[in-house]
């Protein structure tokens, strides 16, 4: 077992060489030219200062020592300097945005749990009913709701019309010193997130648990004349959240998606909100640290899914050791 | 003498009894719904084209009206107007990248699959890097890298077709090692088929019904990434109405206490996304239910 983990944390850095490799072959291949997004329209910069701007970027040295270069500052731990946003180093204008992200994702993360497991567990206990039949509709349907509508319309309702929720940012501007963590400008952005990811959980929960419910073991229970609940709380329900172990890293991946709309709407201080503007202003250092770092998450959400899902699941640890 | 009993109609039977008896309602009603919309997506060019004389500052941001049953945005357009040519630009850009993601996923999945050891391994790879990375973030950093030479509308048919192509990939590919083992194929080759002639002969006609599928499937996926990035400020450029554009416009006049300017928008991505996927998957279950747990694009 520690074997494995240990093996399986050796490739990391690998699997990490790999994207870098591999996205900065994408850029070194593509037509763009940094010089010419950074100077812009302006015709007056002379060929001189412009050669001057690609000496302190490094972009007059050959492609393949360019990437060395790059790669020496990912194993510095800098990840490059910003461009355009802020001209510092890349991983510092990360690590300030790190914070925000981590805590709306955490929270929807946690949000999309809580429902996916009471809405799907209730939908199978009153199978068939109209009530699972309404959740089955709406997680259909809220499958295709774009998030950044749903914001928008959350926005009109509780910001616009009612007036009780705050429309975006983090804390009130006209009192500063009210405390950063002012929870009534957390509750749209978690509450997007949220609603348009819970559908799917829901579903799985629902169709998971129904699957299990038809199991030998589920039957015999039943049989020994076992209270339904206990059957369903002792033994389906843990046996149907098994697979999810699995799937938690990609979860991640598409919380992380939605948190590029829902941040940028709701001007929410994190990383999304920092790509869009990095892509706004092509500030490619940024933007690729960026993909580094979410690429970074979902091999790490991964590869922790991996060996949950091993202590979680005697059947598949022996044959492995 | 008849060893197996066919108790059940086979597919193509019951395609041939008629498949219009068995339609279910939402999948019927989505695809009328998708037809019209398509219609009128197209016939908007030819009714009344968006251009500056449908400018109006004596009009902006009606409520909707009877004149205006969708209201005006914020330079007196008539949204519901602007909202079909956006329309017919998003399925436009929406099934052209789709159709891209199909080649390319195709194209790798069968040289992947045909040629095998260590292409096969180098391939599947890529796939498996592409497929774990953040679809929207990459195709931000596509957007960006392609855009000052191609143009918003090229850079999003890149983007979406360079990020969504690992499914048609791993499909045709697990198609192609599956086929590898049929009767004809070791006929074909030892009837001295090459390479060439045994994929295009032989490979290809089987791969064209998944390929037709993944195509449908694709596009609901395409039509949201387009709107996301357009409504992002990095999609095509603003006289270019597409749906996520509009979008885009109509949250600028939100907080003016304008809310038609992004429900109607954002509500006519939903139906188009729910419409195509409801059919697409109708369709996906209708003609391979081995799809079903391979295919949650």
């Known amino acids: 077992m520690i074997k494995l983990i240990l093996c399986r944390i050796f490739t990391l850095p690998l699997i990490l060489f790999g994207v870098a490799a591999f996205t900065f072959t994408l850029v070194a291949l593509s037509p763009f030219d940094p010089i010419r997004a950074y100077v812009g329209a302006e015709t007056g910069v002379s060929k001189a200062t412009k050669a001057e701007i690609a000496r302190e970027w490094g972009l007059d040295q050959p492609p393949l020592q360019q990437f060395f270069t790059w790669l020496g500052h990912i194993v510095k731990g800098d990840l490059g300097n910003s461009r355009l946003v802020a001209g510092r180093p890349v991983l510092e204008v990360i690590g300030s945005r790190l914070g925000p992200s981590v805590a709306l994702v955490g929270c929807a993360f946690i949000a999309v749990l809580i429902g996916g497991l009471i809405l799907g567990t209730f939908a199978v206990m009153f199978r068939d009913s109209w009530f699972d039949w309404c959740v089955r509709s709406i997680g259909y349907v809220m499958t295709a709701a774009p998030s950044f509508w749903v914001a928008l319309l959350l926005l009109q309702v509780f910001a616009v019309q009612l007036r009780w929720l705050p429309a975006g940012g983090t804390n009130d501007l006209r009192a500063p010193t009210s405390g950063t963590l002012d929870l009534r400008y957390w509750i749209l952005p978690v509450l997007t997130l949220a609603v348009t990811q819970q559908s799917w959980f829901t579903l799985f929960v629902r169709n998971s648990l129904l699957e299990i419910s038809r199991e030998d073991y589920v039957q015999f229970s039943r049989a020994h004349g076992m209270d339904e609940l206990a059957v369903l709380f002792r033994h389906a329900l843990p046996n149907a959240l098994l697979p999810f172990a699995t799937l938690i890293g990609s979860h991640l991946g598409e919380l992380m998606a939605g948190s590029i709309l829902v941040e940028t709407i709701f001007d929410w201080p994190g990383l999304g909100n920092l790509a869009q503007r990095a892509g706004l202003s092509a500030d490619l250092p940024l933007l690729l640290g960026i993909t580094l770092l979410g690429s970074f998450f979902v091999i790490a959400g991964n590869l922790l899914a991996d060996l949950l899902y091993r202590v979680l699941d005697p059947r598949i640890r022996e044959p492995l050791e | ?297």
């Open chain 2, 1 to 297: 003498m008849k060893f197996i009993i066919n108790e059940y109609p086979s597919v193509a039977e019951q395609t041939r009894r008629g498949i219009l008896h068995r339609v279910p309602l939402r999948v019927a009603v989505a695809a009328v719904g998708i037809l019209i919309l398509g219609f009128l997506a197209l016939g908007a060019y030819f009714i009344r084209p968006v251009d500056a004389r449908s400018v109006d500052l004596q009009r902006v941001l009606n409520a909707p009206s009877f004149g205006h049953p969708f209201g005006t945005d914020e330079v007196g357009r008539d949204l519901g107007i602007r909202l079909l040519h956006g329309l017919r630009v998003s399925f436009a850009i929406s099934i052209l990248a789709a159709i891209v993601a199909i080649l390319i996923g195709g194209l790798a999945g069968l040289v992947a699959g045909t040629l095998g050891h260590w292409v096969d391994s180098l391939f599947m790879r890529i796939v498996d890097f592409v497929s774990s990375q953040n679809h929207l973030l990459l195709g931000i950093l596509l957007v960006v890298l392609f855009r000052p030479i191609m143009g918003g509308a090229a850079a999003i048919v890149l983007s979406v077709g360079m990020t969504h192509w690992t499914t048609m990939a791993r499909i045709v590919r697990g198609e192609l090692l599956s086929l590898r083992e049929r009767p004809f194929i070791s006929a074909a080759i030892n009837g001295g088929a090459n390479r060439l002639r045994l994929g295009w002969r032989h490979y290809l006609p089987h791969l064209l019904p998944s390929m037709g599928l993944g195509l449908v499937l694709l596009v609901p996926h395409a039509i949201f990434h387009e709107s996301a990035l357009s409504f992002l400020g990095l999609g095509l450029p603003p006289h270019q109405a597409s749906l996520g554009n509009i979008l885009a416009d109509g949250r600028r006049s939100l907080l003016a206490g304008a809310w038609w300017t992004s429900f109607f928008p954002g509500g006519l991505i939903f139906i188009v996304v729910l419409g195509i996927g409801t059919v697409g998957e109708y369709l996906r279950d209708l003609l391979s239910p081995r799809w079903r747990s391979e295919l949650e694009l």
